[in-house]
């Protein structure tokens, strides 16, 4: 759906424009996963933790699994954090560059489309 | 916990080597920097720019002069003040800082705002100053002249918003050099001596001086200032400012509390919670400013873990992060100058323009998350090693949870949504030549020190024959990053994570901003009809105080009537009397 | 007297140094020659250029009286060459020294401030009798602080007192009459119970003389008639000093004299008392008696700290500035009698300084309201609204002023105040410093409410307008002059205290170790 901005825009085709290479690179990461879960299985892993302390470490996986899990709680939390913590923008009154000039460089001038079309695609994610 | 060796008796043991003869030659390592940005006042704009690159090279020159033990007193009103102390510790923090402010400065020459560029030298001045001061008081006097200077760099943003952000930094800053003060008088009442070294907490000294020195690390519930008037500096103020004040108190806390169990469980804390903040806030310099609190989190961790180990991972950290956390920072501050604009809501797609810049970010975010091979994961494993290895599991699984993390918001999301995610439609310059060099650098540094951790580490207060890359690190390493990604990955596709958004996300400077007024307002109102209550009461009992008060009130309109006079007659008389009996009764016993 | 010898000795001045053992005389007779001369030449000019001169050099001879009292200890000097206790003994100590630098610094600047158009109730060509008696006003408080004679002190009380009458009458207000009349009342009271007591204490003792009746009392300490001169004595002086509750004459009179007037006296008249009343308590009947065997201090302190209060929360509701800064005055003066009722050196010391710096304090804050009231044509609060760009100096001169007042690090006000704090710790009563530190709080809001006007309050109407009508512009350098260096005193002697407390200090030490007790 980016790329339909993009082609509105008139500019050249870039990398990620493409879904196929998006798809291409997803791959690549899943197999990545996929070796490194499996590396567990090629080495023996020597425990950070002495003696019997947090004997689960040992387990297969252990760091993936952890990884995994840490991140989607982490997600999960802040999404229900929002519920209780989200304010509007100007809730303390103040808000931040809206009060600010003209940015350096000039970028709305030079590519930028009219902010209605270019927000259409927001929504997607690439 | 015992620390086996403290800088205190490094310092003043038997290597003290007092400067005088030649190497009086030597300024101390703070006024190139400050002279630098008292000359930058009054220059033409191009030497200012000289002075930007050069101050910190002929700084750092200057400060290759000294050598441990160095020590320079002065006195002053009868107090014995060590200007100048130098041991590892300090001088480790020293050239990191004239690393950090050649980077700023480099990264600043596009600009010609002379109040940001003396605000960034004289801020870096100050804050080698503070390492190096062997004392409270000149201590007291640099953590004073930081807050002052700093407060400029957001001020030079020149918006109502950030005005009063900068306000409100300032006070907490002031308040902190204040309490540093207490402390420093109490610690003289009880030790008799302002020589700045480690302390047990007990005393009431080291309490506070705790506090002082946790305002300025950003200590739970301490924190806010940093994510409130981070965003609110300019691309260029925010870059100085992530490297010196939280370092700063960094070093101070690694002076001061080697080793104290408590900084342990603090920075548990200060490592995870930022983390959450981070996944929900759209504004990515306040993203980058929960993920400085949650890497503050693993210095003061590894500060608290003690001697050897722990501080060497704290100090290294600090080291690396001023560098990688420097690049993300540059480079959002490249895109907020470009764009205009730094919500992850507002940005997006803008590796078509600005590959360079999406490329160094990258690499500051690889540093950040502790990829092999990458500055971060040097450092960072240090405090996990010894946090593992001194038994703390809970701990341990924290952190690596906030590991996991860092990489979720630092790592990913800082350049996922600024740099690819949807297009946002806009098609900014490639960043100025300036802050492509100053990332550049920053960027080759990360890797650097990344594959050859040796050269950092034989700067590091103690000796270690710490090794970071054993299979068995690496690969686990790779594991819990991989899946986090996964997670993320997942999470997206699914449409589960939670877009960004225009927002305020409430954080405990609610308490200081909203309930504090809303409750002083209930408070006087409440308090206000008490007294009035109570004066109403008592009416009757004040009535002879009440007329007195209400004559003295009372406009000038009185003065034809007698009983003034008449009064103060009555109350010479009535003195009198009191007196005599006060007399009488004195002489009768 | 030795008036006759003062036109040699005029001459001789230049000539001789050894003139100077006759400086304690010189200091008192100069203004006492002068006063009739202005009235005898019945020219205005004259009067003001020989007033000034005169005050010039009166504190050109206080600073060598305090140099050589420092250096050399007590200044004797027997009028006429009558041995102490029988004729009549000038004695300079370190605190009259100091008190008398004061004194005339004060009257010096005040007489250099070019009191132009409104100034008194009297008409130009007779404006010489309002030099008159402003010399005499400054020979009788000088004169206070010299003489080493109980009696003596009574009559230059007297002398400054019934001048002073005159001089506040001269205020433009009609009100000035009843104000002075008031004060005419008081002062009279004051006066008498002061005669009264060195009657009594004469009746016991015999002698006049200060140091020889110190030396008399103890032995007829306990009787009734000595415990009742002193109640007497303690009484009219409280009356002079504006001790709450007996501060009410001082508002008006402050509020209603001509301007330079208010300036002086809120410079010298109460801090000379305040000298007469610590040599009575400590060098009199000695520290031990009045404080150990009477407790005055369970007087003296809770009036203090009342005065402290009252003066200060009265000031924060005048509408009027004079008015302000006189209420102002009685919690300044509740400070230095609280620093006399701690009986310490430390307490002691802090009342001594605040008698400078206070003084400077004061004077410099009722000339810039002069300034204001030249230009403007009033003198409320509301009068000062947007002076901050129109008279940008005097504003200035009025914020530093203002902060000495609330005792802020850096001016005079605060080392008085530290001094102060340190003395109620070393007298072990925590709850004094905390008081005192309440109670400068209450200064600030007096002291910004003028502020907040200065700089954001905005004219309105034909509050714009000055006096006649013209637009309000800075005060001319001939007024601003004298201001301005009072105002820049109190920073400078803020932030180098040294000479003030070293001098300060000595003279408490010397006092408490005076004779009696």
């Avoid at chain 3, 512009?473 to 070293?502: C, H, K, Q, Y």
Wanted: aromatic share 12%; glycine share 10%.
């Amino acid at each position: 759906m980016s790329a339909d901005a993009s082609s509105k825009n008139g500019d050249r085709r870039h990398l990620w424009d493409d879904p196929k290479n998006v798809q291409i690179l997803i791959w690549v990461f899943w197999a990545c996963c996929a070796i490194v879960f499996a590396l567990d299985f090629a080495f023996h892993r020597h425990p950070s933790f002495e003696g019997e302390t947090l004997p689960i470490e040992e387990m297969v996986g252990f760091y993936s699994i952890y990884g995994f899990v840490a991140c989607v709680l982490l997600v999960l939390v802040a999404k229900q954090m929002r519920k209780v913590l989200m304010r509007s923008e100007d809730y303390y009154g103040e808000v931040l560059g809206a009060t600010a000039g003209e940015p350096d460089g000039g970028a709305r001038d030079e590519g930028r489309a009219p902010d209605g079309e270019s927000r259409e695609g927001r929504d997607g994610g690439d | 916990m015992a620390a086996t060796e403290t800088h205190a008796q490094y310092v003043m043991g038997e290597t003290v080597r007092l400067l005088d003869g030649p190497l009086q030659a030597l300024l101390h390592p703070a006024l190139p920097l400050l002279v630098a940005g008292v000359v930058a006042a009054l220059a033409p704009p191009r030497l200012r720019k000289a002075l930007l690159v050069l101050a910190p090279l002929w700084g750092a020159w200057n400060l290759l002069g000294f050598t441990s033990g160095d020590l320079v007193s002065a006195e002053l009103a009868g107090f014995e003040l060590i200007l100048l102390r130098v041991d590892k510790l300090a001088f480790l923090f020293a050239l990191l800082f004239h690393l950090a402010a050649l980077l700023a400065g480099i990264y600043a020459l596009h600009s010609d705002d002379r109040m940001q560029q003396v605000a960034g030298l004289l801020y870096a001045g100050s804050a080698v100053g503070a390492v190096f001061a062997g004392d409270l008081l000149v201590l007291f006097f640099f953590w004073e002249l930081l807050a002052i200077t700093s407060v400029f760099l957001i001020w030079a943003r020149r918006e109502t918003a950030s005005t009063r952000s900068g306000l409100r930094y300032l006070l907490v800053h002031i308040a902190s050099g204040v309490l540093l003060l207490i402390g420093a008088a109490l610690h003289w009442i009880e030790f008799g001596t302002l020589v700045f070294e480690r302390m047990d907490l007990g005393s009431a000294a080291s309490w506070v001086l705790l506090l002082a020195i946790g305002i300025k690390c950003c200590f739970p519930l301490l924190h806010t200032w940093l994510v409130d008037a981070y965003p609110a500096a300019t691309e260029l103020g925010t870059v100085y400012l992530a490297s010196f004040t939280t370092k700063t108190a960094v070093y101070a806390l690694a002076r001061g509390y080697e080793g104290c169990e408590p900084l342990i469980w603090i920075g548990m804390a200060m490592a995870m919670f930022p983390i959450f903040y981070a996944v929900i806030e759209n504004d990515l310099r306040r993203v980058l400013g929960y993920s400085m609190i949650n890497q503050i989190g693993f210095m003061v961790c590894g500060v608290g873990l003690g001697a050897g180990l722990g501080v060497n991972g704290a100090v290294a950290h600090a080291f690396n992060d001023v560098i990688f956390k420097g690049l993300l920072f540059m480079s959002m501050g490249a895109v907020l100058l470009r764009t205009g604009r730094i919500n992850g809501s507002e940005l997006g797609g803008l590796y078509k323009t600005m590959p360079q810049t999406a490329g160094l970010c990258m690499v500051g975010a690889a540093s950040i998350s502790a990829f092999p091979l990458f500055s971060g994961f040097v450092s960072k494993s240090m405090v996990m090693t010894e946090a593992a290895h001194e038994g703390y599991v809970v701990v341990w699984l924290a952190l690596l949870f906030a590991s996991a993390g860092v990489f979720h918001h630092a790592g990913i999301k800082i350049p996922f949504f600024a740099f690819f995610a949807h297009d946002s439609g806009l098609r900014p310059k490639e960043a100025p030549l300036n802050m492509r060099v100053a990332m550049g650098i920053a960027a080759l540094l990360c890797i650097a020190i990344g594959c050859f951790p040796n050269a950092l580490y034989a700067l590091l207060p103690y000796a270690t024959d710490y090794h970071p890359y054993d299979t068995t690190h690496v690969v686990q390493q790779l594991q819990l990053l991989f899946f986090s990604a996964l997670a993320f990955v997942t999470l997206m596709l699914t449409g589960i994570y939670p877009p960004e958004l225009r927002s305020t996300n409430l954080d405990v400077d609610w308490f200081a901003r909203r309930a504090a007024p809303r409750t002083l307002r209930v408070l006087a109102a409440v308090g206000g009809a008490i007294w009035y209550g109570v004066l109403a009461g008592l009416a009757d009992v004040l009535k002879v105080v009440r007329s007195v008060v209400r004559w003295l009130h009372s406009p000038a309109g009185r003065l034809g009537e007698p009983w003034p006079t008449g009064t103060t007659v009555f109350w010479a008389a009535t003195l009198l009397g009191l007196l005599l009996l006060f007399s009488y009764l004195g002489s009768a016993l | 007297m030795a008036a006759e010898s003062v036109g040699q000795g005029l001459q001789q001045v230049a000539l001789s140094t050894a003139f100077d053992v006759h400086f304690p005389a010189l200091e008192v007779v100069l203004p006492l020659v002068a006063a009739p001369l202005c009235f005898l030449f019945r020219s205005r000019a004259f009067a003001r250029i020989l007033s000034a001169a005169v005050a010039w050099l009166t504190f050109g001879v206080a600073l060598v009286l305090l140099q050589k009292v420092l250096a050399e200890g007590t200044v004797r000097y027997p009028l006429g060459g009558w041995a102490a206790p029988y004729g009549i003994e000038y004695r300079v100590t370190v605190a009259g020294a100091w008190v008398i630098l004061v004194v005339s610094l004060v009257a010096a600047l005040t007489l250099l401030f070019d009191s132009r158009g409104s100034a008194s109730r009297l008409a130009p060509e007779r404006r010489y009798l309002y030099y008159s008696a402003f010399l005499l006003c400054l020979a009788g408080l000088l004169g206070m602080a010299i003489t080493g004679d109980l009696f003596n002190i009574f009559v230059f009380l007297e002398i400054s007192s019934l001048s002073s009458y005159a001089l506040i009458a001269l205020g433009r207000d009609r009100r000035a009459l009843m104000a002075s009349y008031s004060y005419l009342i008081m002062g009279t009271i004051g006066g008498g119970f002061f005669m009264i007591g060195v009657g009594l204490l004469y009746q016991m003792t015999g002698t006049l003389n200060v140091e020889d009746m110190a030396q008399r009392l103890p032995a007829v300490l306990d009787t009734r008639t000595v415990l009742v001169g002193f109640a007497f004595l303690l009484v009219g002086l409280s009356i002079k000093l504006a001790v709450f509750p007996l501060h009410q004459w001082l508002p008006n009179a402050y509020t209603f004299a001509p301007p330079r007037v208010s300036a002086f006296l809120a410079g010298t008249a109460t801090k000379v008392s305040y000298y007469v009343m610590a040599e009575v308590v400590f060098v009199l009947f000695g520290a031990h008696f009045v404080f150990t065997e009477i407790g005055l201090g369970a007087v003296l302190m809770p009036l203090s700290v009342a005065a402290m209060f009252v003066g200060s929360l009265a000031a924060i509701y005048q509408a009027d500035l004079r008015r302000l800064l006189a209420y102002s005055s009685i919690g300044q003066l509740g400070y230095m009698t609280l620093g006399l009722s701690l009986a310490n050196v430390e307490g002691l010391t802090s009342g001594l300084v605040h008698v400078f710096n206070h003084g400077v304090t004061k004077s410099g804050l009722f000339l810039v309201v002069a300034c204001v009231g030249y230009r403007t044509g009033r003198t409320t609060v509301r009068s000062m609204a947007g002076l901050g760009t129109r008279m940008p100096a005097t504003s200035l001169a009025f914020v530093i002023g203002g902060m000495s007042l609330i005792g802020v690090p850096g001016t005079a006000g605060f080392v008085s105040k530290w001094e102060l704090i340190r003395g109620a710790l070393a007298a072990e009563r925590l709850w004094l410093a905390a008081v005192v530190l309440v109670s400068s709080l209450l200064a600030v809001v007096y002291v910004w409410r003028v502020v907040e006007m200065i700089y954001f309050g905005r004219p309105e109407g034909l509050e714009s307008l000055g006096r006649d009508g013209e637009p309000v512009r800075e005060a001319p350098f001939s007024m601003l002059l004298p201001t301005l260096i009072l105002v820049a005193a109190t920073v400078v002697f803020g932030l180098w205290s040294d000479p003030t407390l070293s001098v300060a200090r000595s003279a408490a030490v010397e006092l408490l170790g005076g004779a009696g007790g």
